[in-house]
C-alpha cells in the first residue's frame, strides 16, 4: 500500500469533489486488491468501517454513493447522518436522519430527537 495514499485518506476532510471519491476508490482498490464494492449494501459497509475508524470524510463519500445505488437504505441514510454530526453539518445529519425514519428505522428517533431540542436551543 502507497504511505501517500493512506496518508491522503487519513487527511481527507472533502466528501464533495470528484478528487475525493476517485482517492477513496483508489484507496478500496488498493487494499482489496482491485476490489470495489458493488451494491449498497457494500458501500454501506466501507462506509461505516470508515465511520468506525473515526474516517468521516471517506465515510461520507462511501455512504453516498450506497445511497445513490439504494436511496432506501436507511441504514445508509441513519450512518450518514451521524457522519454529518461529526463534521459539523447539522442541517445535512437531520435530513439524512429524517429520511432513515421515514423509510424505516425507528433507532433514529432517539437522535433526531436530541438533535432537534439541540437545534431549537440555539
Request: glycine content about 6%.
Amino acid at each position: 500500500m502507497s504511505d501517500d495514499l493512506y496518508e491522503e485518506i487519513l487527511q481527507l476532510r472533502d466528501y464533495d469533489s470528484e478528487e475525493s471519491v476517485r482517492l477513496v476508490k483508489n484507496w478500496l482498490l488498493q487494499q482489496s486488491r482491485g476490489l470495489v464494492p458493488v451494491t449498497s449494501v457494500g458501500w454501506f459497509r466501507a462506509g461505516t468501517g470508515f465511520y468506525n475508524k473515526s474516517l468521516y470524510a471517506p465515510a461520507i463519500i462511501c455512504l453516498q454513493t450506497a445511497l445513490e445505488m439504494d436511496p432506501r437504505n436507511y441504514n445508509a441514510q441513519q450512518v450518514l447522518g451521524r457522519a454529518y454530526l461529526r463534521v459539523n453539518k447539522k442541517s445535512e445529519a437531520l435530513e439524512a436522519l429524517k429520511r432513515s425514519v421515514e423509510i424505516h428505522s425507528s433507532s433514529d428517533w432517539q437522535l433526531l430527537i436530541e438533535e432537534l431540542g439541540e437545534e431549537g436551543e440555539q
